[in-house]
């Protein structure tokens, strides 16, 4: 069987991480091997990038670092995990890939697309993936949903990018269905505000559908 590369993105509070693991459990039940990674982390190092990234003590980091950082740990992750399942014809799916660095650092940031695109270019080669969800709702009902994150402690805290403004968050957005404006081959819009089986067979619907399987 030949390998695919299937990302999920959204806003904060989309769901993306719970569905994305869904789906992974539904390739097991088909008797699949999926590798099910994410972003930033995925590696011992990216894992560290990503600890410093979202430490909400680092309010002093400048968004060039910011950028940086974000690549370096896909860097690391496209070499390690990703190019390496892909070759061994696994099916790879990652809560998160360089879609999120358009619409954070390029757009929400304001760091502008033609940097991003480039640097996106040089860090992931032809690392592109097959087919990219993205989990779209409004900001403020993302936001109602509550932070994504635990801590060991089981208590729930706000990183550093979910302490940004709703208008940072507002061009998250916005960065995002430009994208899959623009995509339209690559990028599925899923509407996220519906119930979370109807998302889930949705994405489904859409895997089957393109690669010819059924989860
Ligand atoms: P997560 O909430 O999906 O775990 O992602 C961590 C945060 O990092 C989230 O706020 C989105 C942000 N992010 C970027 O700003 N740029 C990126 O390239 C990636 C992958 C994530």
């Keep these: ?121 040089v860090t992931v080669g032809n690392v592109i993936p097959d087919l990219t969800f993205l989990l779209d709702l409004s900001v403020e009902e993302g936001f109602g949903r509550g932070p994504e994150h635990r801590e060991e402690t089981g208590v729930r805290v706000r990183d550093r990018l979910e302490l940004e403004d709703m208008e940072f968050h507002k061009r998250v957005r916005a960065g995002y269905l430009r994208i899959a404006d623009r995509e339209k081959e690559r990028v599925k819009l899923i509407d996220a505000s519906k119930k979370f089986d109807f998302v889930l067979s949705e994405i489904t619907r859409n895997i089957n559908d393109r690669f010819g399987l059924s989860i």
């Design 1 to 121: 069987m030949n390998s695919f590369f299937i990302t999920f993105e959204g806003i904060e509070g989309s769901g993306k991480s719970t569905v994305a693991s869904s789906i992974s459990k539904r390739f097991e039940d088909a008797g699949y091997t999926p590798l099910l990674t994410r972003e930033p982390g995925g590696t011992r190092l990216s894992e560290d990038i990503r600890k410093i990234l979202l430490d909400p003590k680092r309010n002093d980091m400048c968004e060039k670092t910011e950028l940086m950082l974000y690549l370096a740990s896909r860097a690391q992750l496209v070499k390690e995990v990703i190019k390496p399942a892909l070759d061994n014809g696994r099916i790879v799916l990652c809560d998160r890939y360089f879609d999120a660095t358009m619409a954070y650092q390029g757009w929400a940031r304001g760091i502008g697309e033609e940097m991003i695109s480039q640097l996106n270019k």
